[in-house]
């Protein structure tokens, strides 16, 4: 069972960092290109940004960019996301999503319809 699971949420300072995490579980993280998305209370789900498979291309969302980063750690198969200078209008669940770059023709990797595996998501919330 392909399986992703995001960790690392909860309750940071307006200005604060927080690092969110991604597991994947039943595949490798190498193959697949991925995305990060969040959803907050009555908005639509929005790309954070994305990156591909060999991480040679990254798309950041305006709103993050100089702000969040990714990275990945092969030996544990996850990739995380750092999230700097967090503003008020940053809380959310924020997801992974992932498909395997060999058998998918990416368009645009900043749309939710690319990915076919995603994880429940992991809150995030802004307060002093």
């Known amino acids: 069972q392909l399986r992703l699971v995001e960790s690392g949420g909860g309750l940071v300072q307006p200005g604060g960092s927080v690092r969110l995490s991604c597991e994947g579980s039943?595949?490798?993280?190498?193959?697949?290109?991925i995305g990060w998305f969040r959803q907050a209370p009555g908005k639509e789900r929005e790309a954070v940004l994305s990156?591909?498979?060999?991480?040679?291309?990254?798309n950041y969302a305006d709103s993050v960019k100089g702000r969040f980063t990714v990275s990945r750690d092969n030996g544990r198969n996850t990739m995380y996301l750092q999230m700097n200078s967090l503003r008020p209008d940053d809380p959310a669940v924020y997801y992974c999503?992932?498909?395997?770059?060999?058998?998918?023709?990416?368009?645009?990797?900043?749309?939710?319809?690319?990915?076919?595996?995603w994880g429940r998501g992991t809150q995030v919330s802004v307060s002093s």
């Open positions: 999503a992932a498909v395997e770059w060999r058998y998918h023709l990416m368009e645009d990797p900043m749309l939710a319809d690319e990915y076919n595996i």
């Open positions: 039943g595949f490798s993280l190498d193959n697949y290109d």
């Open positions: 990156i591909s498979q060999g991480g040679g291309s990254v």
